[in-house]
Structure formats: C-alpha cells, structure tokens
C-alpha cells in the first residue's frame, strides 16, 4: 500500500529555514507528480508546489516569493520542500501528496495518495 510521510516540520524563529521531508512507500516518486500543501487553523487547505514525474518541472503559489524550492531525490524515494525566510503566517501543517496523472494539478482533490502532514510554526 501507498503510505508517504512527512517530517522536518518545528518551531522556527521568522527568517530562518526548514526542509521538509516526503518519504513514500509503495510508490516511485519519478512515476508521480508530487505536491506539497499546506492548512493553517481555521483555513482551507492551500497549494504550495509541486513536481512533475516527466523531467521535473516544478511550479509554485505566488505566495512562496521565489523562497520556497521543491525537489526530489530518486535514489531515496524523498520529495523536499526547501523553505526559507519563513514569516509567521507561513505557520501551518504541510502535507505532500502524490498525483498519478501525466501533468500537474494545484487542487487538493486532483492528489490520489495523501501523508498525515507535518507542524510547522513560524514564531515572530
């Protein structure tokens, strides 16, 4: 069964960095678009980035500002989201998701496979 799961998530001081980490299992991420959003308390969940399986072409929400870089290590079966000069309202739980079609989406539900998502809390 397909299982991803996400780590690297803390508490962080505003204008340090993160990188979070996606694990899967069950699946080849170079066989899947992989997506990282992101949900802050009382808000819908929103797009952050994403990777595409056909030569890694990677796409981004405005809201990133060109700080937040979205990988993946085949050898490791991992997807990363860099994120630096985190600011307070960056502050959410990130989730990675897997999509098995050709392109990319940016809706939640266009993602098949979904991990339990990871905290992180960007203090003032």
């Known amino acids: 069964q397909v299982q991803l799961v996400e780590s690297g998530g803390g508490l962080v001081q505003a204008g340090g960095s993160l990188r979070l980490s996606c694990a899967a299992s069950g699946l080849t991420v170079s066989s899947y678009a992989m997506g990282w959003f992101r949900q802050a308390p009382g808000k819908e969940r929103e797009f952050v980035a994403v990777?595409?399986?056909?030569?890694?072409?990677?796409y981004y929400a405005g809201f990133v500002k060109g700080h937040f870089t979205i990988s993946r290590d085949n050898a490791k079966n991992t997807v990363y989201l860099q994120m630096n000069s985190l600011k307070p309202e960056d502050t959410a739980v990130y989730y990675c998701?897997?999509?098995?079609?050709?392109?990319?989406?940016?809706?939640?539900?266009?993602?098949?496979?979904w991990g339990q998502g990871t905290q992180v809390t960007v203090s003032s």
């Open positions: 998701a897997a999509d098995r079609t050709s392109g990319y989406h940016i809706t939640p539900g266009s993602y098949d496979y």
């Open positions: 990777i595409t399986w056909s030569g890694g072409i990677t």
